[in-house]
């Protein structure tokens, strides 16, 4: 009798434990899937950026999960469209003779077009951001610049987006904003917790950021917050604050540094129609018109000036003198503060890693170089491809897919990439292997439209609320209901425990 009492009420006590762990359990489960069934129920939000560089356009497509908007590390690029022809600041606000352009535009809007539902179209930002091709044909022709950015903006509007903005950034804007890229999908601006809420990550570690473009080159990295100046820009993301030191160098970008070097070599001749040229390879001839180095402010145009005259160029791959030609177009001397980069620009000691991407990549690339290397082996590779033949180059495997147009580039390319670093940016054998060459972050390309978009739809707020992780009504109710009956079983315990025991 007395034991099967006893043993009822084990069975009891079996029973509302059960219960408990049951309920707890659930609790934890649906606990556990919310942030998934979240993420399923919720649509996906698009904006475009079309960064339009001074070689060429390319339109990015961003997505994220709607509602999402105001957190982070969940922007992508969903597709990248390369638009045919050259860049917008080439164009002749000539109907006929831009035909090409707008097609290449048509082309690629259309395939964008077609990558968001439809009933997204209305809701998706649309920015064109300009950079340093359009900078100077701003210096040159303010008229001109006005007409293609206000004929771009005329056919922006007709598409069924909805279109914030076609304008030129400045130079300080373009490296911060690939500064802010690089960091945001790095996870450096803000990461999530185990708990799923967004937080300020440890320690204050940020990556340096190297822009490479055809016209114009950036470099961007944040500094001790004491430090002031023009290049100094003190900015507050999630509601903490940066110093970032930036600057832009107008002419250095990768094509125009390539006319001013080529406008050396020419300037040092003495006969037009045989130029020797140590930075192309041997057995590589070219005959190019003047115009093709001299059409930009980035030169001084000769005095008997002709631009359709012929220059016959003879590559003599002469590693040793490319790289004092390379290094003449800089100047490393005047300073007028503790530390410059050239040109008398002030810069601070380079702290931290540093992505270096654009034409840092490319050129890495066509060396056979990838991610991280050494100061010593970057210029041996250097030299090696400055001394080879052209039979050599173009009959490598590995460089089959780069055009004969830009294979001729990368002696000096080379040259140019470890003069700048080294004797411009200061980096020296322990802080070059902080470096690291890579064009992409998880998928999404790096370059400074993410970053502008970002900031531009106010989606890096400067002063962040805390997300609630909890909004849905079913989960409350869920959590309402386990909770309700988790409180009920313990009650149930604790007076069958003082019935048992007293
Ligand atoms: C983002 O936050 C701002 C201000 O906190 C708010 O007005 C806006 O509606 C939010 N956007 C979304 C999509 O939740
Ligand atoms: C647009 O999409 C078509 C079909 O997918 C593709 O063949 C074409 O190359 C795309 N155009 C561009 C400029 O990427
Ligand atoms: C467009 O961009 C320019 C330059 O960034 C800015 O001055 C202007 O206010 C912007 N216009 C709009 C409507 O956002
Ligand atoms: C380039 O020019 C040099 C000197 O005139 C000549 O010997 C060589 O055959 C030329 N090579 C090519 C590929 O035209
Ligand atoms: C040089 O200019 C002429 C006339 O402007 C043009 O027809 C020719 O294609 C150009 N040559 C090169 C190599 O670009």
């Given at each position: 009798m007395a034991s099967k009492r006893q043993m009822g009420s084990t069975c009891r006590v079996?029973?509302?434990?059960?219960?408990?762990?049951?309920?707890?359990?659930?609790?934890?489960?649906?606990?556990?899937?919310?942030?998934?069934?979240?993420?399923?129920?919720?649509?996906?939000?698009?904006?475009?950026?079309?960064?339009?560089?001074?070689?060429?356009?390319?339109?990015?497509?961003y997505e994220w999960p709607g509602e999402k908007q105001n957190e982070t590390g969940v922007v992508t690029e969903r597709m990248n469209c390369r638009v045919a022809g050259a860049g917008i600041s080439e164009m002749k606000v000539d109907p006929k003779k831009d035909e090409a352009s707008w097609d290449g535009f048509r082309e690629c809007m259309l395939n964008i077009t077609k990558a968001i539902p439809v009933e997204k179209h209305q809701s998706t930002l649309l920015f064109l951001g300009a950079t340093a091709g359009m900078r100077l044909l701003h210096e040159k022709d303010e008229q001109k610049s006005d007409e293609i950015l206000e004929s771009l903006q005329e056919y922006l509007k007709t598409l069924p987006f909805n279109f914030q903005n076609a304008s030129i950034i400045t130079g300080q804007e373009e490296g911060l904003y690939g500064w802010v890229t690089v960091n945001y999908l790095m996870g450096n601006l803000l990461t999530k917790t185990l708990w799923n809420i967004y937080a300020h990550p440890e320690g204050e570690k940020t990556i340096g950021s190297m822009d490479l473009g055809g016209a114009s080159t950036q470099i961007a990295f944040a500094v001790q917050e004491d430090l002031q100046g023009p290049d100094y820009l003190h900015v507050q993301l999630y509601g903490y604050p940066y110093n970032v030191y930036t600057h832009s160098f107008l002419c250095y970008g990768k094509n125009e540094a390539g006319k001013r070097i080529l406008d050396r070599i020419v300037k040092e001749s003495s006969d037009p129609s045989y130029i020797l040229n140590p930075c192309y390879p041997e057995g590589y001839n070219i005959t190019m018109n003047a115009s093709a180095i001299y059409d930009t402010e980035c030169t001084t145009k000769p005095k008997d000036y002709n631009p359709d005259r012929e220059l016959l160029m003879v590559g003599t791959s002469s590693s040793d003198k490319c790289g004092r030609l390379v290094k003449s177009i800089f100047d490393f001397k005047t300073c007028s503060s503790p530390q410059c980069s050239f040109d008398g620009v002030e810069q601070p000691p380079v702290m931290g890693d540093f992505m270096a991407y654009a034409g840092f990549f490319y050129t890495a690339r066509a060396l056979g170089i990838q991610g991280m290397s050494d100061v010593d082996n970057f210029y041996d590779i250097v030299k090696n491809f400055c001394q080879s033949h052209w039979t050599v180059l173009r009959g490598s495997e590995e460089r089959k897919r780069i055009s004969d147009q830009y294979l001729k580039t990368y002696c000096y390319s080379g040259h140019y990439v470890s003069a700048m670093l080294v004797d411009g940016y200061k980096f020296d054998k322990e802080t070059w292997k902080n470096i690291v060459f890579q064009k992409e972050v998880k998928k999404t390309s790096i370059g400074w439209s993410l970053g502008y978009m970002l900031t531009m739809s106010n989606m890096i707020p400067s002063e962040v609320k805390e997300i609630p992780p909890l909004t849905n009504s079913v989960f409350a109710g869920l959590i309402f209901l386990f909770s309700a009956l988790t409180i009920i079983t313990v009650v149930f315990v604790f007076i069958f425990l003082v019935r048992a025991c007293f």
């Open positions: 079996a029973g509302v434990l059960l219960l408990l762990v049951g309920s707890i359990a659930a609790l934890v489960a649906v606990a556990v899937i919310q942030d998934t069934w979240r993420f399923k129920e919720y649509s996906l939000e698009f904006g475009i950026v079309i960064d339009s560089g001074s070689s060429r356009s390319n339109v990015y497509l």
